[in-house]
C-alpha cells in the first residue's frame, strides 16, 4: 500500500501516531454540530481524487482549524500531492482571467498569457485553442 508522503511532515509507523492537544477556543463549530477537538492524532485517510492513502497529521489538523479557521466540521478529502495540484490550476486560472482582461498587454504580458493558456489547454482545463491562435 502506497502512503503519499508529505513535504513536512514524516510518515508515522502503524501505532506510533502522534497526538497533539487542541484548543477548542480557536475553533469554529456550526451551530448543527458543536464539535470541538481537545486532540488532534495523525489519521490515515484515503484522496478521493487519486485513491492513495495519506495522513492527515494533527499539527496539520491543528492548523487547518485553529489558524486557518476550518469549521470542525470539515474534513481532508485529497492528499498533499493533489492539493497542491488543485491549487495550481487555480493560481492559473486567475492569472489567465487577469491577464485575458488587459486591454493593452504589453509583449511580456503576452508571454505569459500564452504559457498559462498553452499549460490549461495541456493538462485538460481549457479547450479552446483560438484565444491562443490568435496572439500568433
Not at 26 to 50: E, H, P, R, W
Not at 104 to 119: D, G, L, M, Q, Y
Request: net charge positive.
Amino acid at each position: 500500500m502506497e502512503i503519499v508522503k508529505h513535504p513536512r511532515f514524516p510518515n508515522p509507523k502503524p501505532g506510533e501516531e502522534e497526538t497533539i492537544k487542541g484548543d477548542p477556543s480557536q475553533q469554529n463549530a456550526t451551530d448543527a454540530v458543536y464539535a470541538y477537538f481537545d486532540s488532534y492524532t495523525d489519521i490515515l485517510l484515503t484522496c478521493k481524487k487519486c485513491g492513495r492513502k495519506f495522513y492527515f497529521f494533527a499539527k496539520e489538523q491543528k492548523y487547518w482549524y485553529e489558524e486557518l479557521g476550518f469549521w470542525c466540521d470539515a474534513r481532508c478529502t485529497h492528499c498533499v500531492e493533489c492539493r497542491a495540484k488543485t491549487h495550481k490550476v487555480k493560481k492559473l486560472q486567475k492569472d489567465y482571467e487577469r491577464l485575458q482582461k488587459i486591454d493593452n498587454p504589453s509583449p511580456e504580458e503576452v508571454r505569459r498569457f500564452r504559457i498559462v493558456a498553452k499549460t490549461l489547454i495541456k493538462i485538460g482545463c481549457m479547450k479552446d485553442r483560438s484565444k491562443v491562435d490568435k496572439l500568433g
